[in-house]
């Protein structure tokens, strides 16, 4: 047999045992992606919980506030000066930042996932509202050129 056929008989055995090995290195790289997946979740569930927490406990220092400075318009009932605090806050922005990270949206990707609690989290920290205004009311209050 010729050294050229003898050659390429050794580069198709070659080739038939990496295909045989194809599968398993498959399953092993699908395992990994899996843990990583389970990771990911992990991580993105921990951060959700750390800003709902911190929402809720901004929540509470506006909600004390606010009941503060209610309480002589309640004629010095704090229970009345609660209630008042509660209902009037109900749609603020603070408890729009307490639902939006109290929720567990099911989104397949949690890649999309992480995106979106990333730019939520930057306009928290920066003291932003949960949604952007739009651009008409912005230019209206000046915050556009």
């Known amino acids: ?15 038939k045992v990496k295909i045989a090995l194809v599968p398993g ?3 092993n790289l ?3 992606i899996e843990a990583l997946e389970t990771e990911l979740v992990s991580e993105f569930r921990e951060a ?3 800003y709902r927490d911190k929402a809720k406990g901004q929540f509470a220092a506006e909600l004390t506030a606010n009941m503060e400075r209610n309480l002589p318009a309640c004629g010095g009932n704090a229970r009345r000066a609660m209630l008042a605090s509660t209902a009037a806050m109900e749609h603020s ?6 639902n939006f990270f109290s929720s567990r949206e099911a989104s397949s990707d949690i890649a999309t996932r992480i995106e979106k609690l990333l730019e939520r989290a930057v306009r928290f920290e920066a003291g932003n509202p949960v949604r952007p205004k739009p651009e008409a009311e912005a230019k209206k209050a000046g915050e556009v050129s």
């Open 48 to 50: 959700m919980d750390f």
């Open 1 to 15: 047999m010729p050294a050229e056929d003898a050659s390429r008989l050794e580069r198709l055995d070659a080739l």
């Open 30 to 32: 699908e395992r990994k």
């Open 25 to 27: 290195v498959r399953a």
């Open 93 to 98: 922005e603070a408890q729009l930042w307490v």
